[in-house]
């Protein structure tokens, strides 16, 4: 029997988690309403509180899930590339499909949200998913001489940037391409051309 509960709390723990971050990934911080995500889920307010004790602490587990979500898209992509180049477009391929995070609301609008130990686990588990395996990346096309040698941090973060311009769900990118008729694969091979091109020369 009490696995039974067990499997139900577990349960409902991972719809809270699955809605609550549809709302924030919709509206932001401000979009997640627990009387709503209550409504929604068809639970009371105190079974939410039973699994999240706050809006901060179900706030910082949707970016740790959001990161989650990340690590096991990119560490896919890069399996699946033969040198760098063909992993970064890989990881582009695969970025596009992820719900669009908006890294810069996030640092001047919602990071206040949690505290200072939450803050320093989602920058390390951010920089783990994301950042840490481009580096790799760049690191290894610079030994094997596939890319010229530069700053592999300035490398990185120039090519986060570039999944800011990804037409992922939820990306103003996405409107704009829906506007002009872009075709989605030559745009990502533009964006992956311009970079890589750029590491080369």
């Known amino acids: 029997m009490a696995n039974k509960v067990d499997g139900r709390t577990t349960d409902t723990k ?5 809605e609550a971050k549809r709302m924030y990934l919709k509206g932001g911080y401000a979009g997640i309403s627990l009387q709503e995500l209550a409504t929604r889920l068809e639970i009371s307010k105190p079974a939410l509180f039973h699994h999240y004790k706050s809006k901060q602490e179900l706030f910082y587990e949707i970016l740790l899930d959001i990161a989650e979500g990340n690590r096991l898209v990119i560490h896919s992509a890069i399996q699946q590339g033969r040198d760098s180049r063909s992993r970064l477009h890989h990881i582009l391929l695969t970025m596009r499909h ?62 986060v940037n570039l999944l800011m311009l990804l037409p992922s769900p939820g990306s103003p990118i996405s409107r704009v391409m829906a506007q002009v008729d872009e075709n989605e694969e030559e745009y990502i091979e533009e964006l ?10």
């Open 14 to 18: 991972k719809r809270i988690l699955r």
């Open 98 to 159: 992820q719900p669009f995070f908006d890294p810069m609301k996030f640092l001047n609008e919602e990071m206040d949200e949690l505290n200072e130990e939450q803050r320093r686990d989602v920058w390390q588990t951010f920089y783990e998913s994301l950042q840490g395996p481009i580096t790799q990346v760049l690191e290894e096309g610079i030994m094997t001489g596939e890319l010229r040698p530069h700053n592999t941090r300035v490398g990185e973060m120039a090519f």
């Open 192 to 201: 992956l051309r311009l970079f890589v091109d750029g590491l080369r020369n």
